[in-house]
């Protein structure tokens, strides 16, 4: 049986440029490490021994024990020509077991192996690490202010704070301002929870206990609190939104698990994927292969238990692609019943129809729509594979949504709206250019 060498638990470049090298390998090239029943054989001893050893529940080990070596003694896995072949099939079959999306076994190139088991300065691998990570910007995508001062952020990895800390406190200040947050977890795998608890301390006045972690090797728990410290205001009375996917997991999970049980957030998407173990990978250097072994498991204070193979329930179950228009217009919503300004009132209801245009789409008749063509003074609607555009000179044309049978929006600009006045005989009349400050303007028909 091969001795494993366990990676470091931050060994974030490292873990990825295995799986990397996996996904690569499993398309063809570069050429895979073959098996016969003896390297067979021994990479399920190995792989067994990492579990029985650290896998958060001995008896589900037990029983993934047993189930992989029954398969292997009954010649499962006899037909299967490489490493990566077979990891894909014990992971298949160990997760039938255990259910446990964190839990794998990966194909380990030889290159990667070398450059994972060479002796090198734990700082140097660090600094490279951080350095990869910052070049990536630590997977922060984008943060803006949506319409109705609706703040939105999006990225995609819980890098470690101490790394990744100065940009979520930048991101967090400048949203200090929204009436409302969405955050975006709906292609975030993941992390440390050192940031979430960094951004968690943002949204909540007092310390609170978020999660912890169960380790089964020490039998021991670690719990993670707020920050007694965040760098600029903290946020905790403005209305929290976050949207989720299946692919929304692990960390993502809990930062999405802990606003939800703290009731401090609606969640808005789809169920995610349900993984709340945290996991160290086992290299098994001379078999080229790899197990990612969850170690402990997470408890909740208030639920007392976790998402584990369930995921986290959605508060307003929608597909995760219309989850932002959703969970925008529901911000907005909420902020206009408790609006008592007028012009605000305005505005916030000029946002929500827009974007409840985009969740309905309205459909009207092409040869409605061809009615519609003709000159209104300096304005022109013409009529284009089926679709009205609008122009008025020297702007560029652009092409008119419709809202409803006779109201019209722009995808390039969201302060104009263009309605068609028809009259009595069902005729366009004249058009009325509406603005998002209340404005509006008329110009009659001046020709067909």
Same mark, same amino acid.
């Given at each position: ?325 959703? $969970?925008?217009? !529901?911000?907005? /919503?909420?902020? +206009?019943?408790? @609006?008592? %300004?007028?012009? #605000? ?54 092409? $008119?949504?419709? !809202?409803?049978? /006779?109201?019209? +929006?722009?995808? @390039?600009? %969201?302060?104009? #709206? ?31």
């Amino acid at each position: 049986m091969s001795v494993p060498k366990a990676l470091r638990a931050a060994g974030a470049t490292a873990a990825l440029a295995l799986c990397a090298a996996t996904a690569v390998a499993q398309v063809g090239a570069p050429p895979q490490v073959p098996t016969d029943a003896a390297k067979r054989a021994e990479i399920v001893d190995s792989v067994c021994a990492a579990l029985n050893k650290t896998y958060v529940f001995p008896d589900v080990a037990r029983q993934m024990d047993e189930f992989v070596r029954a398969q292997l003694a009954d010649g499962a896995y006899d037909e299967l020509p490489t490493v990566a072949d077979l990891a894909q099939a014990l992971t298949r079959d160990l997760r039938s077991i255990s259910h446990d999306r964190h839990l794998g076994v990966v194909y380990a190139p030889p290159d990667i192996v070398a450059r994972m088991s060479a002796e090198r300065d734990e700082d140097e691998i660090e600094r490279e690490e951080r350095e990869a990570a910052a070049r990536a910007n630590y997977l922060f995508k984008r943060v803006e202010i949506l319409q109705g001062n609706v703040g939105y952020l999006r990225f995609d990895q819980f890098a470690p704070a101490e790394w990744a800390g100065p940009t979520a406190v930048a991101a967090m200040n400048f949203l200090a301002n929204a009436d409302a947050i969405i955050f975006d977890m709906r292609y975030n795998g993941g992390g440390s929870p050192s940031l979430i608890q960094l951004i968690t301390t943002y949204l909540l006045e007092e310390p609170t206990h978020l999660n912890s972690f169960y380790i089964r090797e020490t039998d021991s728990t670690r719990q993670f609190w707020t920050l007694t410290h965040v760098p600029g205001p903290r946020m905790p009375d403005v209305p929290v939104y976050v949207l989720t996917s299946r692919n929304t997991f692990s960390g993502a999970e809990e930062f999405t698990y802990n606003l939800k049980n703290l009731e401090r957030g609606t969640i808005v998407g789809d169920t995610t994927g349900g993984g709340a173990h945290p996991t160290a990978t086992v290299l098994f250097e001379h078999l080229n292969a790899a197990a990612r072994v969850p170690y402990g498991r997470a408890v909740n204070p208030i639920s007392g238990t976790n998402w584990e193979g369930v995921g986290v329930i959605p508060d307003v179950p929608v597909p995760s692609e219309r989850a932002l228009e959703t $969970a925008h217009v !529901m911000a907005l /919503t909420e902020l +206009r019943e408790a @609006e008592t %300004d007028a012009r #605000r009132q305005f505005g916030l209801d000029w946002s929500i129809a827009g974007l409840e245009a985009q969740l309905n789409p309205a459909t009207v008749d092409p040869a409605v729509l061809a009615s519609y063509a003709g000159t209104y003074g300096p304005r022109t609607l013409t009529f284009q594979d089926g679709q009205l555009v609008y122009q008025r000179a020297p702007n560029p044309p652009m092409a $008119a949504v419709p !809202m409803s049978a /006779t109201l019209f +929006r722009f995808e @390039e600009i %969201d302060y104009f #709206r263009l309605e068609v006045v028809l009259d009595a005989s069902g005729q366009p009349s004249k058009l009325v250019g509406h603005y998002d400050d209340g404005r509006t303007d008329e110009s009659p028909r001046s020709g067909g």
